[in-house]
Every structure is written in C-alpha cells, then in structure tokens.
C-alpha cells in the first residue's frame, strides 16, 4: 500500500528558512514523480512543482520558480521542499503527491499535508 | 498562464444528478482529472484520464469530455457528496500541471 507521511505543522517568523518533508512507502523511489500543491487558508489548490527521484529531474510551476526547491532523498524515498526565506503569504497547507513517471499530472496518492504558519 | 475554469458553486437536492464542468483550451489535447476534498482533509481523486473511476470510488461518479470542457457527473447525489471539488490537468506541452479554481457541491 502506498503511503505519503508529511512532517509536522510548523510556526515561523517572516525571514526564516524551512524544509518540509513527504516520506513514501509501499513503493519503489524511481516509480512516481512527488507533486506539492499548496492550499492558502480558504482558497483553492495550486501546483507548485514536481519533482522525479529516479534521476532528481524538477519541473516547476512559473509561479513558485525561484520561490521555493525541490529535493528528494532517494535512500529515504523521502521528498523535501524548502524555502530560504519565508513571508507571511507562505502561509498555507502544503500537500504532497504521487504520480506515476507516464502521467506526472495523476495525483493518486497524497500525504496528510503540513500546516506552515508564518507570522512575526 | 493557462487556466481552467470552473463555475463556483453548484447546488443540488439529494437523489438528483449534479454536473460540474471545467473549459480549458489544452483539455482536447491533455487528459482531466477530478479530486473531491472536504474540510481539513487531503484531496482524493475520482476521476482520472477524463472519464476512467479509480477502484473505491462509487459508481454514481463519473467524467467526461467535449472539446476543451469536461463534466464530472455525480448521479443520485448523496449528502456526503458534499465537498469540493477540482479539475485538473496539464498546459498544451504537457510540462505544467493546472488546477481549476474548484466548484463548492451544496447538497441541500
């Protein structure tokens, strides 16, 4: 069975750097591209970007490129997202997602998400 | 930027049939996709290449497509159908993943 398992809820200040993580199980590392959507508080879903452990390709989303990377941890079949310094529009839900390697937009598994607030 | 677009709000009675519709420029080209969320929950996909249903998800829910607008189609609508929903699907190259802005489904 796959399962996505997110890092817990974070509190940081405006200027701070954060990583957030999405853990995969039940499957091997190089069968899915990771997707992150974020969710602002009462708004809708927006993709942010992808990225492929099988050989770390990213694609993002013109939106968040330069906001934000994408990593992964093969030996960990862990993904990450981090910011180097966060403002306070960064607060949201931010969801991970598998998608298989042919249809990298089929979000079929999702993490639990992980609640970033940024306030001073 | 490529959007799609859905209408906000749909409303039906239990028993009847809602369909939700999304328009798209790239979706004669690119596949849609359907995820159902309800409140502080994870999205859950229920639909996906326009009209195939993921093992789980009943049969009242299905998807499909005309041009450059798809319709997921919840037939004899139940009260726990309530939640919103989001279309999904990729730019013209097929590089760039899209997400509607979502339709609210009100069971009255």
């Known amino acids: 069975e796959v399962q996505l398992v997110q890092s817990g809820a974070e509190v940081k200040k405006p200027g701070e750097s954060l990583k957030i993580s999405c853990k995969g199980s039940?499957?091997?590392?190089?069968?899915?591209?990771i997707g992150w959507v974020r969710q602002m508080p009462g708004k809708g879903l927006e993709w942010m970007g992808s990225i492929y452990p099988g050989d770390s390709g990213t694609r993002y989303s013109p939106s968040f490129q330069g906001q934000v990377t994408l990593s992964v941890d093969k030996s960990s079949n862990t993904a990450h997202v981090q910011w180097n310094s966060l403002k306070a529009s960064d607060t949201a839900m931010y969801f991970c997602?598998?998608?298989?390697?042919?249809?990298?937009?089929?979000?079929?598994?999702w993490g639990q998400g992980t609640l970033v607030t940024v306030s001073s | 930027s490529y959007e799609l677009t859905q209408t906000p709000s749909v409303s039906v009675s239990p028993g009847q049939t809602a369909r939700i519709t999304c328009s798209g420029g790239?979706?004669?080209?690119?596949?849609a996709y359907w995820y159902q969320q309800k409140p502080d929950q994870a999205p859950v996909v229920m639909i996906y290449k326009d009209n195939e249903r993921p093992s789980g998800i009943p049969e009242r829910f299905s998807g499909s497509s005309s041009g450059t607008t798809v319709t997921l189609t919840i037939s004899g609508v139940q009260a726990e159908d309530e939640a919103d929903y989001y279309c999904?699907?990729?730019?013209?190259?097929?590089?760039?993943?899209?997400f509607g802005g979502g339709t609210k489904l009100t069971v009255l």
């Open positions: 999904q699907s990729a730019d013209s190259s097929g590089t760039s993943v899209v």
């Open positions: 039940g499957y091997s590392y190089n069968r899915y591209w």
């Open positions: 790239a979706l004669a080209k690119q596949y």
């Open positions: 997602a598998t998608a298989p390697w042919e249809a990298p937009q089929y979000f079929h598994h």
